[in-house]
Protein backbone atom coordinates (compact mmCIF):
# COMPACT_ATOMS: atom_id res chain seq x y z
CA UNK A 1 0.00 0.00 0.00
CA UNK A 2 1.18 3.60 -0.97
CA UNK A 3 2.62 5.79 1.71
CA UNK A 4 0.15 8.16 3.56
CA UNK A 5 0.37 11.44 1.89
CA UNK A 6 1.77 14.38 4.06
CA UNK A 7 1.08 18.10 4.26
CA UNK A 8 2.42 21.29 6.14
CA UNK A 9 -0.20 21.74 8.44
CA UNK A 10 -0.68 25.46 8.34
CA UNK A 11 1.78 27.63 10.52
CA UNK A 12 2.39 24.83 13.22
CA UNK A 13 5.42 23.86 10.71
CA UNK A 14 4.31 19.71 11.28
CA UNK A 15 4.32 18.02 8.34
CA UNK A 16 1.38 15.67 9.39
CA UNK A 17 -0.13 12.71 7.69
CA UNK A 18 -3.52 13.56 5.56
CA UNK A 19 -5.31 11.04 7.93
CA UNK A 20 -5.01 11.28 11.49
CA UNK A 21 -6.07 9.29 14.71
CA UNK A 22 -8.81 10.63 17.07
CA UNK A 23 -8.09 8.81 20.36
CA UNK A 24 -11.31 9.88 22.05
CA UNK A 25 -11.70 6.16 20.68
CA UNK A 26 -9.85 5.19 23.05
CA UNK A 27 -11.48 6.92 26.22
CA UNK A 28 -13.65 3.91 27.68
CA UNK A 29 -16.81 3.08 28.44
CA UNK A 30 -19.99 5.47 28.86
CA UNK A 31 -18.13 8.84 27.95
CA UNK A 32 -19.72 10.44 25.88
CA UNK A 33 -21.71 6.98 23.80
CA UNK A 34 -18.34 5.68 24.60
CA UNK A 35 -17.75 1.64 24.14
CA UNK A 36 -15.75 -0.44 26.89
CA UNK A 37 -12.21 -0.33 25.42
CA UNK A 38 -9.44 -3.22 27.17
CA UNK A 39 -5.98 -2.28 27.32
CA UNK A 40 -5.32 -5.33 25.10
CA UNK A 41 -6.97 -2.76 22.53
CA UNK A 42 -5.87 0.23 23.04
CA UNK A 43 -2.39 -1.19 23.10
CA UNK A 44 -3.00 -2.57 19.54
CA UNK A 45 -4.90 0.09 18.22
CA UNK A 46 -2.35 3.12 19.34
CA UNK A 47 0.49 0.55 18.26
CA UNK A 48 -1.20 -0.06 14.54
CA UNK A 49 -1.88 3.37 14.62
CA UNK A 50 2.37 3.94 14.02
CA UNK A 51 2.99 1.16 12.36
CA UNK A 52 0.66 2.06 9.71
CA UNK A 53 2.56 5.18 9.30
CA UNK A 54 -0.24 7.51 10.89
CA UNK A 55 1.67 10.67 12.19
CA UNK A 56 -0.87 12.90 14.17
CA UNK A 57 -2.70 11.86 17.19
CA UNK A 58 -5.17 14.10 18.58
CA UNK A 59 -6.39 13.52 21.85
CA UNK A 60 -7.82 15.78 25.20
CA UNK A 61 -7.50 16.62 28.38
CA UNK A 62 -11.35 14.69 29.58
CA UNK A 63 -10.91 11.90 27.34
CA UNK A 64 -11.65 9.19 29.70
CA UNK A 65 -8.34 6.94 29.33
CA UNK A 66 -6.96 8.14 26.25
CA UNK A 67 -4.09 10.10 27.45
CA UNK A 68 -3.34 7.43 29.70
CA UNK A 69 -2.98 5.14 27.37
CA UNK A 70 -1.42 7.03 25.12
CA UNK A 71 1.45 7.19 27.72
CA UNK A 72 1.24 3.64 28.66
CA UNK A 73 1.89 2.68 25.04
CA UNK A 74 3.51 5.04 23.42
CA UNK A 75 5.24 7.04 25.21
CA UNK A 76 8.61 4.59 23.64
CA UNK A 77 7.92 6.05 20.56
CA UNK A 78 6.99 9.63 20.95
CA UNK A 79 9.86 10.77 17.92
CA UNK A 80 7.68 8.24 15.70
CA UNK A 81 4.43 10.96 16.11
CA UNK A 82 2.59 14.65 16.56
CA UNK A 83 0.61 14.41 19.49
CA UNK A 84 -2.48 17.31 19.94
CA UNK A 85 -4.76 17.59 22.79
CA UNK A 86 -6.81 20.15 24.71
CA UNK A 87 -7.14 22.10 27.10
CA UNK A 88 -9.70 23.92 29.31
CA UNK A 89 -11.98 20.64 30.38
CA UNK A 90 -12.45 19.81 34.21
CA UNK A 91 -13.19 16.28 35.08
CA UNK A 92 -15.02 16.01 38.54
CA UNK A 93 -14.69 12.77 38.80
CA UNK A 94 -11.28 10.71 37.96
CA UNK A 95 -12.60 7.70 35.68
CA UNK A 96 -13.77 6.43 32.62
CA UNK A 97 -17.61 6.15 33.86
CA UNK A 98 -18.17 10.04 33.50
CA UNK A 99 -19.92 12.26 31.11
CA UNK A 100 -19.41 14.87 33.87
CA UNK A 101 -16.60 17.13 31.89
CA UNK A 102 -17.14 20.89 32.41
CA UNK A 103 -14.62 23.25 31.54
CA UNK A 104 -13.34 25.90 33.28
CA UNK A 105 -11.80 29.06 31.18
CA UNK A 106 -9.38 29.93 33.48
CA UNK A 107 -5.23 30.14 33.45
CA UNK A 108 -5.20 27.94 36.49
CA UNK A 109 -7.84 25.11 34.79
CA UNK A 110 -5.06 25.27 31.80
CA UNK A 111 -2.51 24.94 33.45
CA UNK A 112 -3.67 22.02 35.30
CA UNK A 113 -4.56 20.63 32.14
CA UNK A 114 -1.61 20.84 30.38
CA UNK A 115 0.66 19.46 33.50
CA UNK A 116 -1.87 16.45 34.07
CA UNK A 117 -1.97 15.75 30.11
CA UNK A 118 1.84 15.82 30.25
CA UNK A 119 2.23 13.28 33.06
CA UNK A 120 -0.38 10.89 31.70
CA UNK A 121 1.21 10.83 28.20
CA UNK A 122 4.90 10.73 29.81
CA UNK A 123 6.25 13.19 27.80
CA UNK A 124 7.86 16.89 28.17
CA UNK A 125 5.88 18.56 25.45
CA UNK A 126 2.76 18.56 23.34
CA UNK A 127 3.22 19.51 19.66
CA UNK A 128 -0.28 21.12 19.60
CA UNK A 129 -2.47 22.82 22.26
CA UNK A 130 -6.22 23.46 21.50
CA UNK A 131 -8.72 25.31 23.30
CA UNK A 132 -11.46 23.01 23.83
CA UNK A 133 -14.18 24.86 22.35
CA UNK A 134 -14.40 27.74 24.69
CA UNK A 135 -17.26 30.35 23.65
CA UNK A 136 -15.48 34.35 22.69
CA UNK A 137 -16.82 35.75 25.78
CA UNK A 138 -14.83 33.39 28.07
CA UNK A 139 -11.73 33.69 25.95
CA UNK A 140 -11.77 36.92 26.49
CA UNK A 141 -12.23 37.03 30.35
CA UNK A 142 -9.48 33.99 31.21
CA UNK A 143 -6.85 35.84 29.03
CA UNK A 144 -6.26 32.55 27.57
CA UNK A 145 -4.55 32.99 24.67
CA UNK A 146 -1.84 34.40 27.03
CA UNK A 147 -2.35 31.74 29.48
CA UNK A 148 -1.28 29.50 25.84
CA UNK A 149 1.50 31.22 24.81
CA UNK A 150 3.27 31.20 27.95
CA UNK A 151 2.70 27.28 27.64
CA UNK A 152 4.55 27.77 24.72
CA UNK A 153 7.27 30.50 26.33
CA UNK A 154 7.87 27.60 28.86
CA UNK A 155 8.95 24.98 26.10
CA UNK A 156 5.71 22.50 26.82
CA UNK A 157 3.64 23.09 23.90
CA UNK A 158 4.90 23.75 20.37
CA UNK A 159 2.01 25.49 18.55
CA UNK A 160 -1.33 26.72 19.82
CA UNK A 161 -4.55 25.66 18.02
CA UNK A 162 -8.20 25.73 18.87
CA UNK A 163 -11.26 23.21 18.57
CA UNK A 164 -13.91 25.59 17.27
CA UNK A 165 -17.52 26.55 15.78
CA UNK A 166 -19.23 28.78 14.33
CA UNK A 167 -20.24 31.37 15.82
CA UNK A 168 -17.65 31.73 17.21
CA UNK A 169 -15.22 31.09 14.80
CA UNK A 170 -15.39 33.40 12.80
CA UNK A 171 -13.82 35.98 15.49
CA UNK A 172 -11.25 33.65 16.82
CA UNK A 173 -10.48 33.64 12.95
CA UNK A 174 -9.69 37.37 12.92
CA UNK A 175 -7.75 37.32 16.11
CA UNK A 176 -4.69 36.03 14.17
CA UNK A 177 -3.32 34.10 16.83
CA UNK A 178 -3.60 30.69 16.34
CA UNK A 179 -1.39 28.12 13.98
CA UNK A 180 -4.77 25.70 13.11
CA UNK A 181 -8.37 25.28 13.51
CA UNK A 182 -9.69 21.79 14.60
CA UNK A 183 -13.50 22.04 12.81
CA UNK A 184 -16.00 19.28 12.48
CA UNK A 185 -16.93 18.38 8.69
CA UNK A 186 -18.17 15.84 6.54
CA UNK A 187 -20.45 15.56 3.41
CA UNK A 188 -23.27 15.07 6.39
CA UNK A 189 -22.06 17.85 8.40
CA UNK A 190 -21.34 20.77 5.77
CA UNK A 191 -21.87 23.77 7.84
CA UNK A 192 -18.47 24.92 7.83
CA UNK A 193 -17.50 23.68 4.56
CA UNK A 194 -16.54 27.53 3.49
CA UNK A 195 -15.19 28.82 6.80
CA UNK A 196 -12.37 25.52 6.24
CA UNK A 197 -11.36 27.69 3.35
CA UNK A 198 -11.59 30.73 4.94
CA UNK A 199 -8.72 29.35 7.47
CA UNK A 200 -6.47 27.43 5.53
CA UNK A 201 -6.74 30.99 3.21
CA UNK A 202 -5.40 32.55 6.18
CA UNK A 203 -2.92 29.83 6.25
CA UNK A 204 -3.96 28.10 9.13
CA UNK A 205 -3.56 24.59 9.92
CA UNK A 206 -7.50 22.47 9.05
CA UNK A 207 -7.51 19.68 11.40
CA UNK A 208 -11.13 18.00 10.63
CA UNK A 209 -12.52 16.00 13.12
CA UNK A 210 -16.32 14.34 12.53
CA UNK A 211 -15.01 13.47 8.90
CA UNK A 212 -17.07 10.19 8.54
CA UNK A 213 -20.32 11.36 10.53
CA UNK A 214 -18.77 8.78 13.35
CA UNK A 215 -19.25 5.62 10.84
CA UNK A 216 -21.87 4.16 9.23
CA UNK A 217 -24.52 2.61 12.55
CA UNK A 218 -23.64 -0.64 12.60
CA UNK A 219 -20.56 -0.54 12.22
CA UNK A 220 -19.70 2.65 13.89
CA UNK A 221 -21.58 4.93 16.41
CA UNK A 222 -23.26 6.94 13.58
CA UNK A 223 -26.45 8.45 14.02
CA UNK A 224 -28.95 6.96 11.95
CA UNK A 225 -30.77 10.21 11.43
CA UNK A 226 -27.78 12.07 10.13
CA UNK A 227 -26.57 8.89 7.76
CA UNK A 228 -30.55 8.88 6.52
CA UNK A 229 -28.88 12.04 4.44
CA UNK A 230 -26.66 10.10 2.68
CA UNK A 231 -29.30 7.72 1.19
CA UNK A 232 -31.49 10.72 0.80
CA UNK A 233 -28.99 11.83 -1.45
CA UNK A 234 -28.27 8.93 -3.47
CA UNK A 235 -24.94 8.93 -2.46
CA UNK A 236 -24.68 5.10 -2.81
CA UNK A 237 -24.82 5.68 -6.17
CA UNK A 238 -21.65 7.09 -6.59
CA UNK A 239 -19.45 4.63 -4.90
CA UNK A 240 -17.25 2.98 -6.42
CA UNK A 241 -17.18 -0.82 -6.93
CA UNK A 242 -16.91 -2.10 -3.40
CA UNK A 243 -16.31 1.17 -1.84
CA UNK A 244 -18.02 1.34 1.61
CA UNK A 245 -19.98 4.26 2.58
CA UNK A 246 -17.63 5.18 5.23
CA UNK A 247 -14.49 5.21 2.45
CA UNK A 248 -16.82 7.43 0.89
CA UNK A 249 -17.25 9.66 3.09
CA UNK A 250 -13.74 9.82 4.02
CA UNK A 251 -12.87 10.34 0.54
CA UNK A 252 -15.66 13.49 0.21
CA UNK A 253 -13.83 15.11 3.70
CA UNK A 254 -10.52 14.53 1.70
CA UNK A 255 -11.76 16.35 -1.86
CA UNK A 256 -12.11 19.96 0.24
CA UNK A 257 -9.36 21.47 -1.24
CA UNK A 258 -8.47 23.16 2.01
CA UNK A 259 -8.63 19.82 4.50
CA UNK A 260 -5.42 19.15 5.42
CA UNK A 261 -6.00 16.34 8.22
CA UNK A 262 -8.66 14.37 9.11
CA UNK A 263 -8.80 12.45 12.54
CA UNK A 264 -10.90 9.36 12.34
CA UNK A 265 -10.83 6.97 15.34
CA UNK A 266 -11.09 3.29 15.87
CA UNK A 267 -10.83 0.51 17.82
CA UNK A 268 -10.56 -2.25 15.08
CA UNK A 269 -7.23 -2.91 13.12
CA UNK A 270 -9.15 -3.97 10.43
CA UNK A 271 -10.81 -0.88 10.57
CA UNK A 272 -8.05 1.66 10.56
CA UNK A 273 -6.59 -0.45 7.63
CA UNK A 274 -10.21 0.35 5.47
CA UNK A 275 -9.97 3.92 6.29
CA UNK A 276 -6.20 4.17 5.23
CA UNK A 277 -7.07 2.47 2.18
CA UNK A 278 -9.69 5.25 1.68
CA UNK A 279 -7.63 8.22 2.11
CA UNK A 280 -4.61 6.55 -0.09
CA UNK A 281 -6.75 6.33 -3.11
CA UNK A 282 -7.39 9.98 -3.07
CA UNK A 283 -9.72 12.09 -3.27
CA UNK A 284 -13.00 12.00 -5.44
CA UNK A 285 -12.85 12.94 -9.22
CA UNK A 286 -14.26 16.16 -10.07
CA UNK A 287 -17.20 14.99 -11.43
CA UNK A 288 -17.93 12.90 -8.51
CA UNK A 289 -17.61 15.25 -6.13
CA UNK A 290 -19.21 17.83 -8.15
CA UNK A 291 -22.46 15.34 -8.46
CA UNK A 292 -22.08 14.40 -4.69
CA UNK A 293 -22.52 18.39 -3.67
CA UNK A 294 -25.58 18.85 -5.92
CA UNK A 295 -27.22 15.85 -4.74
CA UNK A 296 -26.69 16.80 -0.79
CA UNK A 297 -27.88 20.60 -1.86
CA UNK A 298 -30.95 18.89 -3.56
CA UNK A 299 -31.61 16.67 -0.16
CA UNK A 300 -31.30 19.92 2.36
CA UNK A 301 -27.34 18.97 3.54
CA UNK A 302 -25.82 22.45 2.28
CA UNK A 303 -23.07 24.45 2.83
CA UNK A 304 -24.09 28.14 4.29
CA UNK A 305 -21.76 30.70 2.72
CA UNK A 306 -18.92 32.04 4.87
Not at 77 to 85: G, I, P, S
Request: hydrophobic share 35%.
Amino acid sequence: MPALAKVLLGKTNLNVTRLGFGAMEVRGSRIWGGRPVTEEQAQTILNAVLDEGINFIDTANDYGRSEEFIGTFLAHRRKEFFLATKCGCHVTRRDEHTDDTPHVWTRENLFRGLHESLARMKTEYVDVMQLHNPPVEECKKGNLVEALQEMVAQGKVRSIAISTTTPHLPEYLAWNVFTAFQIPYSALEREHENWISRTAEAGLGTIIRGGVARGEPGVGLGNSGKWGKFEAAGLDELRASGESRTGFMLRYTLTHPHVHTIIAGTLHPEHLKENIAAVTQGPLSPEVYAEAKKRLDAAGVTAPPA
